[in-house]
């Protein structure tokens, strides 16, 4: 399997922390206070996972999946000797032939549905959705889509811009403009239920999207 986050992987949470002083972190746990214990949630795309660890030490099942040995290696290692209620599963694959359909409670695309071209995240976002229970929840943490004035959305273009640049080089993303998430969810009959903004450099640069399957 082609592993495009062996170079950068090992960087990518510290390059998260200084890009956006600690934002992103912060985004991708802000609908935490939703997991009830022995919820089963799943995290695609889980990266290095610290969202995956909290929401594990809430005392729920936890699945993660990603197409990445070497990021898994890290998650991997950042787990072992730890305790957990319920031992957190870790899947090597690609979260399209994952097909543990109507399971979960929730499950997180946490700046996981940016890497791919537009035809791509429509499929992406479906199939997590599918991988939903019935009134279960997604939750989309990423890059807030550009809003307010010329200036402010020309700065927030610019901001997606430079990470998109850098993860198209290094980890071969798709180069695209920010995703409308919301609208995408909609689309498929999902329901917003919360939405929490992050604010970076005078302006809002992140949000986490929680939305509801009817
Ligand atoms: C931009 S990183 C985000 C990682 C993590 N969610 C975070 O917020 O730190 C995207 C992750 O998605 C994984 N990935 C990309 N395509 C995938 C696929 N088709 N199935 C599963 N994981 C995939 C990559 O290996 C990488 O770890």
Redesign the pocket.
Known sequence: MND??KVI?PL??FL?MIFSAGQIDKC?TAMHDYIKPDDKVLF?????GIDAIEAAELGAHVTV????ES?LNIFRKRIKGRYFTHPIRVVHQ???TFDEYGQHDFVYA???LN?FTREMVTKVMEHLIALAKSKGHVVVGDFSLPSGGAVSQLFQNIYWYIADII?CVMAKNAFHPVYDYQAQLRQFGMEIKDVRSFRFLFDERYYSILAQKG
């Open positions: 495009k986050y992987g990518y949470d998260a991708k695609a795309g889980v990266g290095q999946v990603d197409l990445s990021m690609d979260i399209l946490n700046f996981f890497v993860f």
